[in-house]
């Protein structure tokens, strides 16, 4: 009889065995004749658009219209005397991006592993080698330095001070005031018409304002919506229904039209300023509703735990209810953020030049019409970035929260 001994167990986890890449491919995608010849048409499919697109790419498009209006796309009619002000503003966005990777970061083994250093290499090569940016990559790859170093340091930092989380968020919201700053003027710098703004800085700050003005607002408004106050979830229900009822442009018009009809001319607030609340109020109400899917998602013994323990409502809502249920709902909040990105190019409709605006500026101008392939693609490489940024940013949060486990 064999006797089992502690020795006999091993305290290592389980061996998982991998499979190569001929058994993956033999298991997945040529398991059966059916699959291998489903595999075999969308393969050709993407293969053949693959080489005629990159056929197109290197033989027929005229990519001058790129680089010859690189400044424009970036930032609209900005008077380029004044360009120190936006290459300081994206030295603090790096500064800041890259103390918060240290700070998330500080508890991984390695910071810089093999992919992120291919990954830094390639940004580097791209910046060398791409026509538009090349001429500026004298600036652009000290801020890629910049990312590293802050980085590094941000690790070392979040280390020793645990609690540094919130400071680094506060340098974030206090950045917002001087990127105003820095692109409006004022306050001892030379003071820059919002009729100047324009192109992917136009953009992004819409977009940013937009995203910190709507999720407050549709917090409340879900809050409001499951309020035991019939007048707050009436009003609350209404808004919501109201302005989901309605498009956005409309909203547009409405904020860039109707509301200066009504004001003198004194207290019109800024065209911008119209813009940003119009993407708000828009998107809050669909943020509303996500959070409030959150919230009935949140079983309800947790209220009544929190009631057992004597924690009053605020209490409850603040610690208990709402960090679960916002972290149920981050895939739909994120993606509403990604909308509102995406909306901001419904502001070239009214006049605001945006990055899509600027596109459309520069293929009005008879030296490079019929050049819409070229200027579009480009805008769509620029506006995936920027929402595969965010949905990037989306899962690493998911796995952060993650306690199902």
Known sequence: MTTVTPDSFSSAPPEVVGLGPVAWAKKNLFSDWFNSLLTVVIVGIFAWGAIRLT??????????????????????????????????????????????????????????????????????????????????????????????????????????????????????????????????????????????????????????????????????????RRSALPVVRWLSTAYIELVRGVPLVALLFMGQVMIPLFLPIGSRPDRILRAIIALALFSAAYLAENVRAGLQAVPRGQNEAAMSLGLNTPTTLGLIVLPQALKIAIPAIVGQFISLFQDTTLLSIVGLAELLGIGKSILANPTYLGRYAEVYLFLAVIYWLFCYAMSLGSRKIEEKLNTGH
Not at 66 to 90: D, E, K, V
Not at 93 to 122: D, K, M, Q, Y
Not at 138 to 151: E, G, N, Q, S, T
Not at 178 to 193: E, Y
Request: glycine letters at 12%; one cysteine or more.
């Open 55 to 224: 056929s197109w790419a290197l033989t027929t498009a005229q990519w001058q219209v790129i680089p010859n209006n690189f400044g424009l796309f970036m930032t609209g009619t900005f008077p380029s005397g004044l360009y120190p002000r936006i290459w300081a503003l994206l030295a603090i966005v790096c500064g800041l991006a890259g103390i918060s990777w240290g700070v998330l970061g500080r508890n991984v083994s390695t910071l810089f592993s093999r992919s992120v250093l291919i990954g830094l290499g390639v940004v580097c090569a791209f910046i060398v080698l791409f026509p538009p940016t090349r001429p500026s990559s004298l600036k652009l790859l000290p801020m890629v330095a910049l990312v590293a170093i802050a980085a590094a340091a941000g690790r070392q930092a979040g280390r020793k001070f645990p609690g540094i989380g919130k400071w680094v968020s506060l340098a974030w919201f206090l950045s917002y005031f001087v990127a105003l700053w820095l692109i409006g003027g004022g306050l001892g710098l030379t003071p820059v018409s919002t009729n100047d703004w324009g192109g992917l800085v136009l953009t992004l700050f819409t977009a940013v304002s937009g995203i910190a003005l709507c999720f407050p607002l549709g917090l409340l408004l879900a809050l409001g």
